[in-house]
């Protein structure tokens, strides 16, 4: 089975850019989450989505947001880009929302740099 | 709210053991995972547990205190391999996958 893909890798904006990255998760899975990852403050969640509803939000502005697809393919924006935004994006997919028990399975991740 | 303390860094040996511990303050209580990382690429799924004391998973093991609010991830026999960051992590309560997790801890595996 395939893993969790994400496009593209690597991306280099400006700043007051938007930018949007594609995240697949496994097939079958239904559940995908979002995290940032800094040196400073390491892996901090985004939000989720469940058969296209955002089933929880992390503490980001609004300027970032969320979709995910029929096909349970997701997308996160980021719009008006900050130097601060600078991070390795992570996606996650999980055959389940049951929380605890619900192992996730992370993919590649892209790395976003703001100039 | 969710807080998650881990060391930030630890050495060791190859061939020895290492223990890496993390304590946790959560409102309610869902298990704990943790991650293994290695630079520049995905986390990856090591353990979970939910109920108290030790899984053993070859030459990972996983202990949770739940009184305790206390885990730690036991490696034996390190191998150079097994130089990573080591994540713990806390899922929230009532449904739903996000997770909390600690900054890691950075174990560099020497001869």
């Known amino acids: 089975k395939a893993g969790v893909t994400q496009t593209p890798r690597y991306l280099i904006k400006t700043r007051g850019q938007q930018v949007t990255l594609s995240c697949s998760p496994i097939s079958g899975h239904r559940s995908v989450s979002w995290y940032q990852q800094t040196p400073g403050q390491g892996l901090q969640f985004l939000f989720e989505?469940?058969?296209?509803?955002?089933?929880n939000k992390g503490n980001f502005p609004g300027r970032f947001s969320g979709r995910q697809f029929s096909n349970s393919r997701s997308e996160m924006n980021v719009s008006t880009l900050e130097l601060g935004d600078s991070a390795l994006y992570l996606c996650?997919?999980?055959?389940?929302?049951?929380?605890?028990?619900?192992?996730?399975?992370f993919g590649p991740g892209t790395r976003l740099t703001v100039l | 709210g969710q807080n998650i303390d881990q060391p930030t860094e630890m050495t060791a040996t190859e061939g020895a053991i290492v223990q890496i511990n993390c304590t946790y303050q959560t409102s309610g209580f869902n298990g704990l995972f943790w991650y293994q990382q290695h630079a520049g690429e995905a986390p990856t799924f090591l353990s979970y547990?939910?109920?108290?004391g030790l899984e053993e998973k070859g030459r990972f093991s996983s202990f949770l205190s739940r009184s305790k609010g206390y885990s730690y991830l036991l490696l034996k026999e390190l191998q150079m391999k097994d130089s990573a960051s080591y994540l713990c992590?806390?899922?929230?309560?009532?449904?739903?996958?996000?997770?909390?997790f600690g900054t890691g801890t950075q174990l560099k595996v020497e001869l």
């Open positions: 989505y469940f058969s296209e509803t955002q089933r």
């Open positions: 996650a997919s999980s055959p389940t929302t049951s929380g605890g028990a619900g192992e996730q399975f």
């Open positions: 547990n939910v109920l108290d």
């Open positions: 992590a806390v899922p929230i309560t009532g449904g739903g996958n996000k997770l909390t």
